[in-house]
């Protein structure tokens, strides 16, 4: 049996077209109003995006969620639409308690790909783009290969764009300040 290609009713997706996407464990997301449809995640992808969620759940604060592969949109109105899913993101715990569909991007403090070979392009380039358009201040790199790796990248607000503040590679432990205090060592995430 073949799947229908799935076409935007108009010029560009919308929100409201993800509701008639097939719920087949991809990742469809929206950028400047075209779909992005991903694979699946790994089971070591997900097993990396469980352990990190879990470290930075011990470390939040009360006023703070950390969620795993939920959605951010804006509101479309002034741009293409974009609708990004993260891996993991760290968001005040009120967004999570107001949202319906997708977060608001100024309520999210941090938000973190796990880069698989397959989409070290994306997230190295596309979504950090969008993600710094979007105004989020932290952003993370998590590397699976090997034993690990972990970028931090800081939003310059003037300038638009992230700014490199860490790299941590294998069993060094390192101390992350945003979006709050946070140690972790890439071979932790990956064994």
């Known amino acids: 049996m073949s799947e229908a290609l799935l ?9 409201a077209d993800l509701d008639r996407v097939p719920d087949d464990g991809c990742r469809y997301e929206i950028f400047d109003g075209s779909l992005l449809v991903s694979p ?13 969620s879990r470290l930075l759940e ?5 006023n703070v969620r950390v969620l795993q592969a939920a959605g951010i949109a804006t509101s479309g109105q002034d741009e293409a639409l974009k609708y990004v899913i993260p891996d993991v993101l760290v968001v005040s715990a009120q967004a999570v308690r107001d949202a319906a569909q997708a977060l ?10 796990i880069v698989s070979p397959s989409t070290v392009t994306r997230d190295q ?27 931090v990248l800081e939003l310059d607000a003037a300038a638009g764009l992230y700014r ?18 946070v140690e972790v060592s890439p071979s932790a995430l990956v064994s």
Request: no cysteine; aromatic share 6%.
């Open 164 to 181: 490199e503040v860490l790299v941590a590679v294998g069993s060094h432990t390192v101390r992350v300040a945003r979006p709050f205090a």
């Open 125 to 151: 380039v596309l979504k950090r783009a969008v993600y710094a358009g979007l105004g989020i201040g932290s952003y993370w790199l998590v590397g699976t290969t090997g034993q690990g790796s972990i970028t």
């Open 40 to 52: 699946p995640p790994s089971v070591r992808h997900q097993a990396v995006a469980q352990v990190l």
């Open 7 to 15: 076409l935007p009713p108009h010029d560009a997706w919308t929100l």
């Open 104 to 113: 608001d991007p100024r309520d999210v403090l941090a938000v973190i790909e």
């Open 58 to 62: 011990a470390a939040a604060g009360a």
